[in-house]
């Protein structure tokens, strides 16, 4: 999967889910649920909400997207983009 995010958008949310998950296999294992590979758990989750409404100003409530929604790089990515 592509993604279509600005590139400063798309390096920023790589750093801070490589933080969150203490791994840079974020960076390539983009389309591969974060949560199965256990690189996310419901606390890193709301960890990575409560800094990405900090770094970006967008605001996404853990009951507003489903897991299915944001359990990857990518899909991470867009939600961000798409509120932006």
């Known amino acids: 999967m592509t993604c279509n995010?600005?590139?400063h958008v798309e390096?920023?949310?790589l750093d801070?889910?490589?933080q969150i998950c203490e791994s840079d296999a974020v960076?390539?294992?983009r389309d591969?649920?974060?949560f199965a590979l256990?690189?996310?758990d419901s606390m890193a989750a709301v960890e990575l909400l409560v800094s990405i409404e900090d770094d970006f100003g967008v605001s996404i409530a853990p009951t507003e997207v489903a897991r299915e929604e944001m359990n990857t790089v990518n899909l991470i990515i867009e939600q961000v983009v798409k509120r932006l």
């Open 5 to 7: 995010a600005p590139e």
């Open 11 to 13: 390096e920023q949310l």
């Open 16 to 18: 801070l889910l490589e």
């Open 27 to 29: 960076r390539f294992r």
């Open 32 to 34: 591969e649920d974060l």
């Open 38 to 40: 256990g690189l996310l």
